[in-house]
């Protein structure tokens, strides 16, 4: 059961429509911080589980204080235990349905909770930095080859060929660098999740991470990031909710 989400404008619906930040177990205090166009949030409880939700507003755009209330409603919940945290802008038709979800998706719920709990997500992205062509060439056999033939017969083709042989060993570089990263990162996880590369940022991996170990994993992205920083830049963001690593009951996207 997988949940959907839109960050165009939303309607909400007829009346009695709740916009859903996510669920935790029972006993949770309720957020404190306004949510998605400054409505009050509340819990509906259900089978040992609960339900945070607002009255949900008339349209939901993905403005930048929209978006912030519904991660600071997320982020009260995460503070207090484990949290299956919805994406931005989903909705259920009424509470009845999500208490029905609630009961219908219990022992589903409830074991994505425990194996969560604990945890936060760490994400960890790596572009391409502009390498040091010098050394490059130097201990590249076809670049160093390249190179001097372009010297000795310099024109606007064998300038061509030598940079796109450039930007090629440079992104097989940083490349090479991802790998060495998720080699030295993955074994501080309890899991990992692969996210979108491509010729750019090489590296887009979130990690579910205990949060008694995340300054040690704090620590071991900075080592890496001085390790590979001449191929590699690399950037953490986190704690998260773990979005990455649960899978929220199905409920209507907003439309």
Do not use: W
């Not at 042989?165 to 501080?188: D, H, I, N, Q």
């Not at 008694?212 to 830049?233: K, N, P, S």
Request: charged share 25%; hydrophobic share 40%.
């Amino acid at each position: 059961m997988t949940v959907t989400a839109t960050a165009a404008l939303t309607t909400a619906g007829t009346l009695g429509t709740l916009y859903v930040y996510g669920i935790a177990p029972e006993g949770v205090r309720t957020p404190r911080a306004p949510g998605v166009a400054g409505a009050a949030v509340r819990l509906l409880t259900e089978d040992g589980l609960c339900a945070a939700v607002s009255d949900a507003p008339e349209s939901v755009r993905a403005r930048r204080r929209d978006l912030m209330a519904h991660q600071a409603v997320l982020g009260e919940l995460a503070a207090q235990g484990p949290v299956l945290p919805m994406r931005f802008a989903v909705l259920t038709p009424d509470a009845e349905s999500l208490r029905g979800q609630l009961r219908t998706g219990r022992a589903h719920l409830t074991s994505q909770l425990d194996g969560v709990r604990g945890c936060v997500e760490m994400n960890v992205k790596g572009t391409v930095v502009p390498g040091c062509f010098a050394d490059l060439v130097r201990r590249d056999d076809t670049l160093r080859t390249l190179a001097r033939r372009t010297r000795e017969r310099p024109g606007y083709e064998a300038n061509v060929r030598l940079g796109e042989a450039l930007a090629k060993g440079v992104a097989r570089e940083a490349r090479g660098a991802a790998r060495e990263v998720l080699a030295r990162l993955s074994p501080l996880a309890v899991r990992t999740a692969q996210g979108p590369v491509d010729d750019e940022q090489v590296l887009s991996t979130s990690f579910l991470v205990r949060s008694a170990d995340e300054q040690r994993f704090r620590q071991a992205v900075a080592a890496q990031a001085r390790e590979v920083g001449d191929r590699l830049a690399l950037g953490v963001t986190g704690p998260l909710p773990c979005y990455s690593f649960v899978e929220a009951p199905s409920a209507t996207a907003g439309r």
